[in-house]
């Protein structure tokens, strides 16, 4: 609270300066002040308002690719379920070694692994290709009707493009723009290929009411037009007004830019798969209202100098507000995760690594990794919906149990994080506290989710480290808490372990 007065006193302040300046101007000569109405008023209006509405693109523009993000980083997951047992992956087709009936026996525990898995999203195409085009699983009739001739193996394997993980996405194969393509390589002879429809992207991408001519769009590395809020480019090149203005940029993953041009405001932001969210607004849209504010005012500021000087402070502030509390409000949803109120990954990660920049070195703090055992059965038994009124409980069950000193953030599917600064307190005081801590967490969440329990063995476990030198590095935070974690999961979950203790303590 105490910041955001700041902020709004040094605001209020600059503001009544700017009104100084404007009744001093107008004493001098009306001439003048018409002059400074036209430049200084409505041009600095025009300029902040650009400011403003680059920040609120901006933090919308990063909101999409986290969402595209988090939908991509799924559709990577699920497939490597297949990993868990070598007759799903090790399995060759054109292996004429296995006869007619262990193959058909294979194939039909293939399938069934594969109907278990792809269930668990929207999947268009879900199946393994063979070197030879045999297929286990489901391809959709529109990916088959794109290889009549043949090929279907041997085109997809090329955009296997990560060596590092044997895999890659691909768009628009063969001329087909309806569904984007994940593909992953489970042995020599075999890759699995999974696909959604392009227009379920509707669900990650974010509209702000306040910009209803912002075109919002998702290109691959081609510069070819994946999704698009204009449906006739989809499958196009990028519009070449667009292009031409981001053409010079660098673009990594993770890299956001911003770009003004005389016609357009455009934001783009790369995905962890190199395909990048570029975000566009027509400069006059934007200043569409401060034009038709600055000819009004050239037609009665030589009659009513003094009273256009006070319509034109009125209006610069009721143009301010809305626009100040349209970026206040992305940039509270870019850091909140939407479903467990808690922060996202990212602007966890952000707030524990500032955190640890202005830490002294001999302050201690506490990272805990919390897992909740056997959530699968929660969404497998009682549905995704019910799965994700559990997350919602979870997050306000932690915001309940620890107040504004600890950082809460959600770090994807069923994982939540805390940490915790402790200035000026000992090893001991600090462990203790860890412990009740942990404690009250166990039991609190035995009390919430009992019929869970009951159910589903729904259960928490969680892993602590505490920070005794002058760690800055967030990944080693994690890494550890995350070991201690491994650690409880492996003696039985339902329980909490330091990391680094030989001899682990457990809460039942």
């Known amino acids: 609270m105490s910041m955001k007065k700041e902020k709004r006193e ?11 300046e404007v009744l001093f101007v107008f004493a001098m000569l009306i001439i003048v002040v018409t002059a400074f109405l036209d430049y200084v008023i409505l041009d600095r209006t025009g300029k902040a308002m650009q400011e403003k509405v680059s920040d609120l693109i901006a933090a919308n ?15 990577e997951t699920t497939p490597t379920l297949l990993f868990s ?136 590395g081609e510069n070819i037009v994946m999704y698009s809020s204009d449906d006739a480019e989809i499958g196009k090149k990028l519009p070449d007004d667009i292009l031409n203005s981001i053409k010079g940029e660098f673009f990594d993953v ?12 455009i934001n783009t932001n790369v995905c962890f798969n190199g395909w990048r969210v570029v975000c566009s607004v ?53 850091e909140i995760d939407r479903l467990s109120g808690v922060m996202n990954k990212a602007a966890f990660q952000e707030n524990v690594e500032n955190e640890l920049k202005k830490e002294p070195a001999d302050d201690l703090a ?32 932690l915001r309940k ?15 939540f994080a805390l940490y915790t600064g402790c200035k000026g307190i000992s090893m001991e005081v600090i462990k203790a506290a860890a412990i009740d801590g942990m404690i009250q967490v166990v039991k609190a969440f035995e009390e919430e989710f009992k019929q869970e329990r009951e159910q589903c063995e729904l259960s928490v476990s969680a892993g602590v480290y505490i920070k005794e030198v002058a ?18 999961k492996h003696k039985g979950k339902a329980c909490y372990t330091f990391y680094g203790e030989e001899v682990d303590i457990d809460e039942k």
């Open 61 to 75: 523009s990063r909101q999409i690719e986290l969402n595209i993000n988090s939908y991509l980083e799924r559709m």
């Open 282 to 334: 027509p400069t006059d849209i934007i200043l569409k209202e401060n034009e038709e504010l600055k000819s009004f005012t050239l037609k009665v500021s030589g009659v009513l100098a003094f009273l256009f000087v006070l319509i034109g402070l009125i209006i610069i502030i009721n143009i301010s507000k809305p626009v100040d509390g349209m970026v206040t409000l992305l940039q509270d949803k870019a």
């Open 10 to 20: 040094r605001s209020d302040e600059r503001f009544r300066l700017f009104q100084y």
């Open 401 to 415: 149990l620890y107040n504004d000193q600890t950082i809460i953030g959600r770090l994807g599917g069923d994982e």
């Open 471 to 488: 760690e800055t590095d967030f990944m080693d935070l994690y890494e550890k808490s995350d070991s201690a974690l491994y650690k409880s």
């Open 366 to 397: 506490v990272f805990v990794m919390l897992d909740m055992d056997n959530f699968k059965q929660i969404n497998d038994k009682l549905g995704h919906s019910y799965g994700d009124q559990v997350i919602i409980r979870m997050g306000k069950l």
């Open 85 to 220: 047992d070598e007759a799903f992956y090790l399995y060759d087709a054109t292996d004429e070694n296995i006869d007619e009936y262990d193959k058909v026996k294979n194939e039909d525990t293939i399938k069934n692994r594969i109907v278990d898995i792809g269930l668990m999203d929207n999947y268009t195409d879900f199946g393994i290709v063979y070197s030879d085009d045999h297929k286990v699983g489901w391809i959709s009739h529109g990916t088959q009707d794109l290889f009549n001739d043949g090929g279907f193996y041997d085109t997809f394997s090329e955009y296997i493009t990560n060596p590092k993980k044997n895999d890659g996405w691909c768009f628009g194969v063969n001329g087909n723009y309806d569904r984007m393509y994940y593909i992953k390589r489970l042995n020599p002879h075999a890759i699995l290929v999974s696909s959604i429809y392009t227009r379920e992207l509707n669900s990650v991408f974010v509209y702000p009411e306040q910009l209803e001519e912002m075109t919002i769009r998702l290109v691959d």
């Open 254 to 265: 993770g890299n956001s830019s911003s770009i003004v041009t005389h016609d357009y405001l």
